[in-house]
């Protein structure tokens, strides 16, 4: 068995809660939504960790305006930054935010030894941003850490709804617990997304409207915090941190 396999759970045994942010496409704004539960829970007290895990195109950091500059303080692995009050590790400091090219093999092998070397220590909630549809990543997410959860983030669109539909159906095969959807970008009232949970039975977690005012508070976390879509996270936060509590209880 890789050694490092067996690490990975002594390292996330005191996180109480493993939530991954996933998509079905990019674009929808999973990023934000991760970046958002991540800063709304860590203003609540709640001890959080970020862990930024889309190889590709990292923007967690972008979003916090965090600078990937200096290397994390190494003691037994590494340990993460706080920023913000948040835990937060990506792959971008080990790149220094440069583009790489990773295959199937190279991209587990990242997974592997992010996960295997991150020093969380107690966290009551570790939040996984995932990179978009289906691919090496979130199954070995899945494997290496089976106790994670999932929010999938979409848009209200036919083609957004599609790509949600194929992840969704691959999610439920390997039976992992699925949260809910949360609907970003609103820019009509429809039911178009509400429609498809109960198609799809799964829960809706709520409707994010499409922020004008986003764009200039991107890498700045205080105004990040005064815009609409931060008050609509508010109203999803409540929601997921009481079927935590609940989901907790239930495990206890």
């Known amino acids: 068995m890789e050694a490092r396999t067996s690490v990975i759970q002594k390292r996330v045994e005191h996180i109480q809660h493993i939530i991954c942010i996933a998509s079905g496409k990019g674009g929808v704004g999973k990023s934000m939504v991760a970046s958002h539960l991540a800063l709304l829970l860590s203003k609540k007290g709640q001890k959080v960790g970020l862990l930024d895990l889309d190889l590709y195109g990292p923007s967690t950091h972008v979003i916090l305006g965090i600078k990937p500059d200096s290397f994390p303080e190494e003691h037994h692995g590494i340990i993460p930054p706080v920023v913000q009050g948040i835990n937060f590790m990506s792959v971008v400091y080990f790149t220094r935010d440069k583009p790489g090219a990773f295959r199937g093999e190279d991209i ?28 090496d990543e979130i199954l070995d997410v899945i494997h290496l850490l089976p106790q994670s959860r999932f929010i999938v983030v ?99």
């Not at 070397?117 to 978009?132: A, F, N, S």
């Not at 008050?231 to 209880?249: A, G, Q, R, T, W």
């Open 154 to 252: 979409t848009t209200p669109s036919k083609v957004a709804l599609r790509a949600v539909e194929k992840l969704l159906r691959i999610l439920k095969e390997v039976e992992v617990t699925l949260l809910g959807v949360i609907e970003n970008m609103s820019h009509k009232k429809d039911h178009m997304v509400t429609d498809f949970c109960t198609r799809e039975a799964v829960e809706y977690l709520g409707r994010i409207e499409f922020d004008d005012s986003l764009e200039d508070a991107i890498g700045l976390p205080d105004k990040l915090q005064k815009i609409p879509l931060h008050e609509s996270m508010k109203k999803i936060n409540e929601k997921l941190v009481f079927s935590s509590l609940k989901y907790h209880k239930d495990q206890t």
């Open 108 to 135: 587990s092998n990242i997974i592997l030894e992010l996960l295997a070397i991150t020093q969380w220590g107690e966290l009551d909630y570790l939040i996984i941003d995932l990179p978009p549809g289906i691919g």
